[in-house]
């Protein structure tokens, strides 16, 4: 679908972004700045990008940015792009933010990040397995991994300030800090392959999830424990 009309949106970082393209020609472009107000702010420009629509235009596919990051961020952008692709009557599709960022234009890199809670993650982004998500590691096995990626010639990149993540100065000064947009989003989607895009259209859209959500037992005399 060469000239096929998609929507992007990318909120998984306090700047957040959408663009609206035909093919490979944007119609419209918006990105604004909030740390934890995206539900309130992401709505007016999202409606400025569908107004660029014909009465019959009708989407192909809306992609948006699953993260990680932030947690609220995330959710509002895969939740607007659902709603907007069920009125369309066409795919909502996530696909990792990390693959939204110039260190992994033209080849593989390895993207890391602070898990809190004294852990790290990794990732090996690359267009061959865009469904992989980040793998929880102490922090010496990441500095290790970051070593083995440089000598190899591999980009490595952070969404934040690496030295949160507690590597050591030598390997800080060596990591890129990138932040995903939505253009760079629809750059990374069109260079996927056909099937790889197809395979992605058939999963759920949702946000990358580092650990699963922390469930504490109530406690004595919570309503809920009552007989």
């Avoid at 609206?20 to 702010?41: K, P």
């Avoid at 990792?96 to 890391?112: C, F, K, Q």
């Avoid at 952070?158 to 253009?183: H, K, M, N, T, Y």
Wanted: proline share 9%; aromatic share 4%.
């Amino acid at each position: 679908m060469p000239d096929a009309l998609r929507l992007f949106l990318e909120s998984s970082t306090p700047r957040a972004s959408l663009a609206l393209m035909r093919g490979s020609e944007v119609l419209c472009q918006d990105s604004f700045t909030s740390d934890r107000n995206h539900n309130a702010m992401l709505f007016e420009p999202l409606e400025r990008a569908l107004a660029c629509l014909a009465g019959d235009d009708r989407l192909a596919e809306v992609v948006m940015g699953t993260g990680p990051g932030s947690y609220s961020g995330t959710r509002v952008g895969i939740a607007a792009g659902q709603g907007v692709a069920l009125v369309h009557g066409c795919p909502a599709v996530g696909l990792t933010s990390l693959m939204a960022v110039p260190a992994t234009r033209d080849r593989a890199a390895l993207a890391i990040g602070d898990a809190r809670r004294g852990s790290a993650w990794r990732l090996e982004v690359g267009a061959e397995h865009p469904w992989n998500e980040p793998v929880l590691c102490p922090v010496e096995e990441l500095a290790e991994e970051v070593r083995a990626a440089l000598d190899a010639g591999k980009p490595v990149f952070s969404l934040e300030p690496a030295g949160r993540i507690g590597l050591p100065e030598a390997l800080v000064a060596s990591v890129r800090i990138e932040q995903p947009d939505a253009l760079a989003l629809a750059a990374a989607w069109m260079r996927l392959a056909p099937e790889t895009r197809d395979r992605l259209k058939v999963i759920p859209p949702q946000p990358v999830y580092l650990r699963p959500p922390h469930v504490t037992e109530a406690k004595g005399g919570h309503p809920l424990l009552r007989k």
